[in-house]
Structure formats: structure tokens, C-alpha cells
């Protein structure tokens, strides 16, 4: 049996083994099985040699792991860069980042072409690093605004982009072509709230991206589309990180509808947390 799977704590609510083994099934792969495991952060050392020590091919990496892991593993550029693995292949002991590519693959799917174009991304974590690594590697002028400014100008020296930190206030009154969402403000079951306040317009014919998946339209998606601007929420992102994963351990091309359904049925299953 080749395994894999994805490490996390708490780990229940994580759509990953449904979207693996229903692409696995879908692929007759019979021989993969995908499964999720409880790792409180101070026994990561000690896991993931039992993991490896059990011929584990590989494992995704969640909250609160990703940066817990990195002693552990040979860490390729795009981790580096971001400062954060969530993909190891242990064949190889080594640990990468497939939400760049997840984010990027997913604007790519929706033909939101950034190459050359001005984007605002709002928040500094590790979601809005992974947007801005693969925004600013496509060629995107970046803006990056944070609640905490400092954040902001960190993550910008971290993945070495040659965009700008600004306030809201600021960022709000240049144009700019497109809008992601990479803070947690919105997010079931706070979905009455939203990251860019309700008094401030969008920019004309915009591209409004929500990392946010729960609920499917967030209130900044709902305020966006009211005025016409393009609205795509976060679960293309979060199914095209997995099909990455998918592709480095089997390399065998996932079939991303069978995935994309596997997590919206999942979703449809759940009220509740991020995860
Ligand atoms: P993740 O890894 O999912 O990106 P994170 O590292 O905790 O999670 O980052 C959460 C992001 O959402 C941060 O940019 C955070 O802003 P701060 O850096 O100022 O903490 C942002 N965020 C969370 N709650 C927020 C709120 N109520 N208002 C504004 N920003 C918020």
C-alpha cells in the first residue's frame, strides 16, 4: 500500500482524505490510501520519522505544522520563500508549498490573467506569503495590506517581492485590477464580517478573490458581485493545492472535478471551523 496523508492538530475537519481517496478510487488506484492523523506540535520530530520509518510516500502538512515541520526536512525554494512547508515527499526527505501553485492555478482556471497587473492582497500570514510569492514570481505589481503594518513589510523582504506595503486607506484609493482575500475575517461562523469595510468601493470591473471556503460567498464576495466586480471564492484554491500534492506523489494527473466535488460535498456536510 503506498500511503499518504495530512498531519495537523486538531485534524477532524480536514476535507483532504476525502478529496485524495476520491480521486484515488476514481483513478482505480487501489494501492494509495490517503489518511488524516492527530500531531500535537511538540512530537512533529518524533512523527515524522515513524512516518517515514512506516514508508510513508508523503503527507501534507496543516495549522499548526507547517513552520514545526521545516527543521525536518530539506526545504525546496518556493518553502523557503514562503516560510512554510505543507507538502513532504519523503522519498526524497523533502518539504515544498503547493498553495502557491494551488492559488495561482486556480486564477489561471478562471482566466484572471495577473501578469502586469496591480493586486491588492489583504492580510499577511501564510496564505497571503503563498499569494504573493506566486503573484509577484507571475509578474504582478503587489500591494499587501495588513492590520498589523509590520507584518506586511516583513512578509514583502521574506518572499522577496518588490511590491509595497499600504494601509487600506491608501490601497483603497489607487485602481487596481484585482482583490484577494488572505485573512480569516469573513469566515464561517463570522461571515457577517469582511476584510474590506463596507463603506469603501471596489475599483470598476475588478477581480475580487476570498481565500475564504466557508461559507461559499462571503459577505465580500456578496458586496462585490452587487456592483459588478468578477467573484471567485477559496475551495478552487484549496482543492488545486491538494491536486499538487497529488501530481509530486504519484505522478499521475488528478482528476480535479472528481476533487472539487469530494470537497463540496464535504463542505455541504459541515458547518463550522476552518480546517
Ligand atoms: P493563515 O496562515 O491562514 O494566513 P494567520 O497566519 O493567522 O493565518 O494570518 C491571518 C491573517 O488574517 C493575518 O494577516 C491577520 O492580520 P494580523 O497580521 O494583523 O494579525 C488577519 N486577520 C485576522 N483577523 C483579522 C481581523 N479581525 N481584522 C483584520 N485582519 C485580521
Request: net charge neutral.
Amino acid at each position: 500500500m503506498n500511503k499518504v496523508g495530512v498531519i495537523g492538530w486538531p485534524i477532524e475537519h480536514s476535507l483532504s482524505p476525502a478529496m485524495h481517496n476520491a480521486a484515488f478510487a476514481a483513478l482505480g488506484m487501489t494501492d494509495w490510501q490517503y489518511d488524516k492523523m492527530a500531531i500535537p506540535p511538540d512530537i512533529v520530530r518524533q512523527s515524522l520519522k515513524e512516518f517515514r520509518d512506516h514508508n510513508f510516500i508523503g503527507l501534507n502538512v496543516t495549522v499548526p505544522l507547517k513552520q514545526a515541520v521545516m527543521p525536518f526536512v530539506k526545504s525546496d525554494a518556493v518553502a523557503k520563500a514562503i516560510g512554510a512547508v505543507n507538502t513532504i515527499d519523503f522519498r526524497k526527505n523533502v518539504g515544498t508549498n503547493t498553495d502557491a501553485s494551488g492559488f495561482m492555478d486556480d486564477l489561471a482556471a478562471h482566466g484572471v490573467d495577473v501578469a502586469g497587473k496591480r493586486v491588492v492582497v489583504l492580510g499577511a500570514g501564510g496564505a497571503a506569503r503563498a499569494a504573493v510569492y506566486g503573484l509577484s514570481q507571475a509578474g504582478a505589481e503587489v500591494i499587501v495590506v495588513n492590520r498589523t503594518p509590520e507584518r506586511a513589510e516583513r512578509l514583502l523582504q521574506d518572499v522577496q517581492s518588490s511590491g509595497r506595503a499600504l494601509s487600506l486607506e491608501e490601497a483603497s484609493g489607487l485602481s487596481f485590477d484585482v482583490l484577494v482575500n488572505a485573512t480569516s475575517v469573513g469566515m464561517s461562523p463570522k461571515a457577517d464580517e469582511s476584510p474590506w469595510p463596507d463603506e469603501l468601493p471596489f475599483p470598476q470591473g475588478i477581480a475580487v478573490y476570498d481565500m475564504v471556503y466557508r461559507p461559499a460567498k462571503t459577505r465580500l464576495m456578496m458586496r462585490a458581485d452587487g456592483v459588478g466586480c468578477r467573484v471567485i471564492g477559496g475551495v478552487g484554491m484549496l482543492v488545486r493545492q491538494g491536486a499538487a500534492a497529488f501530481r509530486l506523489w504519484t505522478g499521475v494527473e488528478p482528476p480535479i472535478d472528481v476533487m472539487m466535488k469530494a470537497v463540496l460535498d464535504g463542505l455541504s456536510g459541515q458547518t463550522g471551523t476552518k480546517g
